[in-house]
């Protein structure tokens, strides 16, 4: 059965600093690996969605990683601001024309200004 | 604007009592799913629809039904089956050929038992 999971559950950063959010799924056979930006009381915002043939997505300040092999992805933000202050969500897909996702419980990012 | 509009934004239910949460999407999405998530939990599986007149169970369908009657619209029911139905509840859209999956989601309904 796959697992997602993501740590650390929390995390606080000042302004301006580089970070790097963690996923690791126990079930190396994906479909593809979606990260997602969630506010309080919101839905869930899609940032990136990377193919299980490929390795990175960039959008913007936002880098995600995905090695299949070892089941693991990681969500890099550059040049954190408050405006990024979210919980941040990982989902792996099951495959298939509906893809069905399996997520992780998520990080909870505070920046400080 | 193309997007997923769920409603109403707050529900409040009474013991056994039925209620229906409507999803509706214009972004021409073949494929519908709801999910559920509680505080500390991932976001599981509800029910998902492929395509209209055909859906499918998820991981925790127990106490819940929906129709796709239109391809629009993907409503959820929760019934007075389900015995903790109190939690967020999110539906999504993916265009659901193989290959393009990408899942958009919705504002969110939250539920709550009085």
């Known amino acids: 059965k796959q697992e997602v999971t993501q740590i650390p559950a929390a995390l606080s950063v000042p302004e301006g600093e580089n970070l790097v959010l963690n996923c690791s799924f126990t079930d190396s056979a994906i479909y593809n690996l979606q990260w997602f930006r969630q506010d309080p009381g919101k839905g869930l915002t899609s940032l990136l969605l990377i193919q299980s043939s490929q390795r990175e997505q960039t959008s913007g300040r936002l880098n995600a990683s995905l090695d299949k092999s070892s089941g693991r992805s990681t969500l890099y933000i550059a040049a954190s601001q408050p405006g990024d202050s979210a919980t941040y969500l990982c989902a792996v897909g099951r495959g298939g024309a509906t893809n069905k996702l399996i997520f992780g419980t998520g990080t909870l990012l505070a920046v400080q200004p | 604007d193309g997007g997923i509009t769920q409603s109403p934004k707050y529900l409040f239910r009474k013991e056994g009592q039925n209620v229906t949460l409507s999803c509706e999407q214009n972004?021409?999405?073949?494929?519908m799913y709801w999910y559920r998530q509680d505080p500390g939990q991932g976001l599981r599986l509800i029910y998902y629809?492929?395509?209209?007149?055909?859906?499918q169970k998820g991981d925790i369908a127990e106490g819940y039904s929906v129709s796709r009657e239109k391809k629009e619209s993907f409503p959820l029911t929760v019934t007075s089956a389900q015995k903790n139905p109190t939690a967020f509840y999110l539906c999504?859209?993916?265009?659901?050929?193989?290959?393009?999956?990408?899942?958009?989601f919705g504002q969110g309904t939250r539920l709550t038992v009085v």
């Open positions: 629809s492929q395509i209209v007149n055909d859906f």
């Open positions: 999504a859209s993916s265009i659901g050929y193989r290959g393009i999956t990408e899942a958009f």
């Open positions: 972004l021409n999405h073949d494929a």
